[in-house]
């Protein structure tokens, strides 16, 4: 080329460049708040305040504030456990419904000033927001509007303390990212002393309008969180996932804190007015507060990895929660599972096989280097991909240079230009032809999937339909490792063994006579016949990292083929829960106890112990605390019991329950629930087992 020819190319470029116009925002778009807060995307809830103490969810407000006692509280602690997990701050529960303030507020003597914990001059919210400063973390904070303990709650007054405490608040303790407004509000109550039911109207009440703009005044950048934002809505469900389908705008005049139309906050709305992009919030165990009894319920890893991918992995944020136990500290087994998740995040995202990879589109505006395909891939969150306006329908191609094997995609849109994309595929380029391996609907600032193990050379992206042209500021392409967890092994009433690993494509190796697995022992492929007394071994193997799980150990006494429970219950048709192999169903009786539960064996056996899983569930289930054991060869003749005695602790540890005795033969076994373990006065049995000779 002439140097003539070559400045007139360059003058052309830069012309038509200039031409071409930035995409028109699609309102609504992110305020600066609200941007600054979604770039933080993972942060932890913690529930400590009086029902620690008083082992509730929901205190009555009547709790004596000298039970706020702390043996070992250290903010630091959770600090350092956020850190490492990756979270980038800590929301604590300021005020719950009991309205006992962790902060020495002037407005109530229902806080720490009159705890007996550091003699009332100790400060919750003071040592957190320290530790958070230390740590790097940003500090949040939960004030329930419902107060349980106020005398003024329900009348005009009871606004002026509550805004006090706000003011307090968003004043003493440095910058607060996120104020926590709960929807639950109104009912029955100690209120200084009333003890009586009071209902507020959710949407009047509280003056929202005028509330809220104590935190505007005090802390411009915090967002505020409610049913009805106005910043961060809640995402309708505390079961840890968002929808496919997630919109962040909200037709946001529609709610208000404890709306009942809570279930369109679900997926937000198409044509929402206002940005409200969904918070999903969780615990890491079934309580929100720290229960003894709930220490075997911290959610696993593989619970943990769902969590994620269904909300940061679906347009959403996440607030994990920690229920403080009463020494103060995060305990040791969410320590535990919450780093584990930080590490498997970590292994998932190491490596981005897209990165910097050549890609180009069937669509790029105005032909503009600014806008081109590659944007998706150079790692740069501020430049994007777009097509021309009314190009609603466009693709992407990555070319990955090689044969590549992923299983995750990823893909985020700018969305200070609004949120766009209502439908898109995914396609592999398989055998020299395209293959489409997943079509989903929304995006918003991210959206990940969890894709079959793929191995193409290019991977194509389309919209295929969308609010305007696309604005698409990264494509990454991941090879997840496999999760290597023990399996779990069940076994059906017929004798049937069922193994089970978390992901696919894995092996499992197992053996029935008591050695270890390896990959030499037998291979499962499918269900399989066990009819007799065993101990069942497995292991979970990945057999292209060479990677195994540690060994899980499941113990089986005799098939309950011939079982069946004697005698007339309510309830019949859930009577064979109890034989089922599933823990997590059961089958429970109201009735007040004692209540017999007979068993037939339909053969004699010589029986030597017995085991109980009470019923797992999280509310109301039915535990048996006093018990007898009676044993008979006819079903008549019960003599004297075998073992009698009470479950200690049960009520707090629901675990299995094992009781051995001398060896008795005998076909009928009837255990007798004398006392039930909760007030709610229910006996209830999720598996009932022998120990056989
Ligand atoms: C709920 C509250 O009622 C729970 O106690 C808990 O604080 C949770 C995060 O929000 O609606």
Known sequence: MTSRLFWLFVLLITVSCSNVTTPEPVLPVPSERQLAWDSMEYYAFVHFNMNTFSNMEWGFGDEDPEMFNPTELDCRQWARICKEAGMKGIILTAKHHDGFCLWPTATTEHSVKNAIWKNGEGDVVRELADACKEYGLKLGLYLSPWDRNNPEYGNDKYIEIFRAQLRELMTDYGDVFEVWFDGANGGTGYYGGANEERRIDRKTYYDWENTRKIVRELQPMACMFSDAGPDVRWVGTEEG??????????????????????????????????????????????????????????????????????????????????????????????????????????????????????????NVRGNSKKYKAANVTDENPDTYWASDDGVVQASVTIDLGEETTFNRFLVQEDIRLGQRVKEFSVEAYINNKWEEIDSQTTIGRKRILRLPETTASKVRFTVKDSKACPVITKIGIYHAPKVIVEPRISRTKDGIINIEAFDSGLDIYYTVDGTEPDENSIKYDKPFELAQKAIVKAIVVDPNENKTSTVYVAEFDVPKTKWKVVGKYKDAEKVNLIFDGNENTAFTVGESAPVDFVFDLGESLTITGFKYLPDQQRFDPGVIFNYRLYLSADGKNWKQPVVKGEFSNIRNSPVWQTESFAPVHARYIKFTALSPAEENGKVGIAEFDIITQ
Do not use: C, M
């Open 241 to 362: 996932w968002a929808p496919e389908t997630n919109w962040s705008p909200l037709r946001r005049d529609e709610f208000y804190p404890g709306s009942p139309n809570y279930l369109e906050l679900r997926s937000g709305h198409e044509d929402g007015t206002h940005w409200l992009p969904a918070e999903v919030d969780v615990s890491i165990r079934p309580g929100w507060y720290y229960h003894p009894y709930e220490d075997h319920k911290v959610k696993t890893l593989p619970q943990l990895l769902d969590i994620y991918y269904n909300s940061i992995g679906r347009n959403a944020s996440l607030l994990i929660n920690f229920p403080v136990d009463k020494r103060g500290l995060i305990h040791e087994k969410d320590e535990e599972q919450i780093l584990k998740l930080a590490e498997a995040v970590k292994a998932d995202f190491e490596n981005d096989l897209a990165a910097g990879k050549n890609a180009e589109a069937t």
